[in-house]
């Protein structure tokens, strides 16, 4: 049990609310008790007050989309023999499995904890993560960040694939209630048979597990998906040994792909959607899904941009992910949301990115009542950060979002730094 503490700053920070100058936290026990002005606080509560002058206090943030367990990979390629220097996107993932086939059960642990430290260190308390082997799952489980664990499925032959799913559900059965909850991972539409997704469909439906699939990342998955061609099966296939699983082009996208076989509900997350149509954007609305941006790493792999103000335009949710440190420079989400405002000037305001980073990822992830917002009731994850001049009102989020100097961290009301 700790003490009732007041945190206060010189604003309070929420997406879809005015700032509140001079405005504070009353926290117990790793949960916010009530918000607002500190003078309001401080007449109603004995509470200790830890002030930070010329800072905001903004909620953690929501890294919707990772890979923690890939935070190594630099430092496993340079180490490998493999030859790395990808010119496409099918060329990076068959270099990222040649690395990957290098490795050690033992390597990944210790790559998971210091993409945890990253996150803490980089102001984001909450992530959306992809996890290859259910046998990790305990290293999360021990780590202060909330959000959802969605365990992967891949794979065409029937036996490998059941014993995937098998494991995914058990798993996931093990992870409810946590702080971080459970979800499934189908890993794409090109890496899944389609045979195989009513047996997804029906385990999230059953268990409730939310989804998260990579959706339209990249040209290459699009011409497949209708036709079979490209380098996905000219490649990729054959140096899986996937070769006989060709011979059944879908003849439609990935969204209607996924649609027709009922995986697109409003408890799935769809990643990057780089390469989709007005049509595309039509259902994806219309089954209340929500998107996830990566946009450094679609810049990266040079697979193109998320088309945002078709998003923007058809009202669909959006989140903002980094996913790994193997198609990205940093897991900071502040890095993220400021290459995003730089890169989709006339697409998205500084209110827009903040919501995308907090209360969008919450409910991407399907932690509303959790965490994205500093509400009574959530866990007390939060970020002070340094404002860097002392102006009023006008303008100060513009100024947060793109010149603030993160200094603290709190994830469950337990101090990380910054």
Request: charged fraction near 15%; glycine fraction near 10%.
């Amino acid at each position: 049990m700790s003490e009732p503490t007041i945190y206060a700053a010189s604003w309070l920070i929420n997406p879809d609310a005015p700032p509140l100058a001079g405005g504070a936290l009353l926290v117990s026990n790793g949960i916010i008790v009530e918000t607002g002005p500190l003078q309001m606080l401080r007449s109603k509560h004995s509470a200790p007050v830890i002030d930070y002058p010329g800072c905001a206090l903004l909620p953690g943030f929501v890294n919707a989309h990772t890979h923690l367990e890939l935070t190594h990979f630099p430092s496993w390629r340079l180490s490998s023999s493999v030859d790395y220097n990808p010119r496409r996107f099918t060329d990076w993932i068959i270099q990222l499995i040649k690395i990957s086939r290098g490795l050690t059960a033992e390597e990944y642990p210790p790559s998971i904890h210091e993409g945890v430290r990253m996150c803490l260190e980089s102001g984001t308390t909450a992530i959306g993560e992809t996890v290859t082997n259910p046998a990790l799952a305990g290293h999360y489980y021990h780590s202060p960040l909330a959000g959802r664990l969605y365990f992967e499925l891949l794979g065409q032959e029937q036996s490998h694939f059941s014993s995937k799913l098998a494991a995914a559900e058990t798993a996931a059965g093990h992870g409810q209630g946590q702080a971080l909850l459970s979800g499934l991972a189908p890993h794409s539409p090109y890496t899944i048979a389609q045979e195989h997704m009513t047996a997804i469909r029906d385990a999230s439906a059953s268990r409730a597990l939310p989804l998260s699939i990579h959706l339209s990342e990249s040209r290459s998955e699009a011409d497949f998906i209708f036709d079979e061609s490209g380098d996905l099966a000219a490649n990729f296939y054959p140096y899986v040994g996937w070769e006989r699983f060709l011979g059944h082009p879908a003849r439609c996208s990935s969204t209607e792909l996924l649609d027709r076989y009922g995986l697109l509900t409003p408890t799935t997350l769809a990643v990057h959607c780089v390469h989709v149509s007005v049509a595309d954007a039509r259902i994806l609305k219309s089954r209340g899904v929500h998107i996830a941006l990566c946009p450094r790493s679609n810049e990266l792999l040079d697979v193109g941009r998320a088309p945002v103000h078709l998003f923007k335009k058809s009202g669909i949710p959006l989140a903002l992910g980094t996913d790994s440190l193997a198609s990205n420079n940093s897991l900071s989400l502040w890095d993220e949301l400021r290459f995003a405002l730089a890169t989709f000037t006339n697409d998205l305001t500084e209110s827009d990115v903040l919501r995308m980073v907090t209360s969008g990822g919450a409910e991407a992830l399907g932690m509303s009542a959790s965490c994205g917002s500093l509400e009574a009731g959530k866990r007390a994850d939060f970020q002070v950060v340094g404002i860097c001049d002392g102006g009023g009102e006008d303008g100060v989020l513009e100024r947060i979002m793109r010149e603030g100097i993160l200094q603290e961290v709190f994830a469950g009301g337990v101090h990380y730094g910054g």
